[in-house]
C-alpha cells in the first residue's frame, strides 16, 4: 500500500484519487480551497483518503502528485516534497495560463519549470496526455489486445520505474520518453496528446513529434 499525496484535486487530481483507492492504496488529497471543499469526494473515496492542505499531503505522501495550473507553481510545498517522487501531469494552456516566455520558446518545458522549482524532488512527467474521464475507464489487465499505453519522462531512472509501476497497476502499458527535456514530445498537438495509443503506436508519436517552431 503506498500513499498518494495529491495536490489539485481537479479532473486529473479526481481520478488519479479514485484510481489509487480502487488499487488498494491511500490518497490525501488536497486544493487551494482548503480540504473542508473536498468533503463529497473524500466521502466518495472512502475511509483511505482524506482531505488536506498541499503541505499536509506533501508530508504524507510516498508518491505525490502535481495536477495544477502554471501558476500554482510557486506554491509547491518545496521542503515537504524534498527526496521525493513527483509526478507532474500539468501541461501548458496559454488561455488559462498566461504567456510563459520560457514555454513559448520552447527553451525548457513545463516539467523541466516543476523541477527546477523542486529541486530536491524526483519529477516524473506522466498522464498529461490522457482525457481525465478516461483513466478510470480505459484501464486494462497486462497483456490485453490493444492495451492503452501512457508515457512518462524523467531524469531520475527509479523515480521513472516508482511511477511506471503505477502506471502498470491502474491499467496501462508505458513508454518511456527519457528525460524532462524530451516530455516536449506529448505535449499538446502533438501525434499521441489524448488520443488512444499502443505502446508500440506511442513510440511512433514520440518519434513523429515536432517543436512548434518547425510546426
Do not use: C
Not at 48 to 72: D, F
Not at 83 to 89: E, F, L, M, P, Y
Not at 167 to 181: H, K, Q
Amino acid at each position: 500500500m503506498t500513499t498518494l499525496g495529491i495536490i489539485g484535486a481537479g479532473n486529473i487530481g479526481s481520478q488519479l484519487a479514485r484510481l489509487a483507492i480502487a488499487n488498494g492504496h491511500q490518497v490525501v488529497i488536497s486544493n487551494s480551497r482548503g480540504p473542508e471543499t473536498l468533503a463529497e469526494l473524500v466521502e466518495e473515496l472512502g475511509p483511505n483518503a482524506r482531505a488536506a492542505t498541499p503541505a499536509e499531503a506533501a508530508a504524507a505522501a510516498e508518491i505525490a502528485v502535481v495536477t495544477t495550473p502554471l501558476a500554482a507553481l510557486d506554491s509547491y510545498p518545496e521542503a515537504e516534497l524534498a527526496g521525493k517522487t513527483v509526478i507532474d501531469t500539468n501541461n501548458y494552456y496559454p488561455e488559462r495560463d498566461g504567456r510563459i516566455a520560457e514555454l513559448d520558446d520552447e527553451s525548457t518545458t513545463t516539467s523541466e519549470r516543476t523541477q527546477r522549482r523542486l529541486p530536491g524532488s524526483k519529477v516524473v512527467k506522466a498522464f498529461n496526455h490522457i482525457m481525465a474521464a478516461h483513466l478510470t475507464t480505459d484501464g486494462t489487465p497486462a497483456g490485453s489486445p490493444g492495451r492503452r499505453a501512457l508515457v512518462v519522462a524523467g531524469d531520475d531512472e527509479p523515480a521513472k520505474a516508482q511511477v511506471a509501476a503505477l502506471i502498470e497497476e491502474f491499467g496501462f502499458d508505458t513508454v518511456d520518453a527519457g528525460p524532462l527535456a524530451e516530455g516536449w514530445r506529448i505535449q499538446r498537438d502533438t501525434p499521441g496528446y489524448v488520443h488512444r495509443r499502443t505502446a508500440a503506436e506511442l513510440e511512433a508519436d514520440l518519434a513523429a513529434a515536432r517543436r512548434y517552431r518547425d510546426m
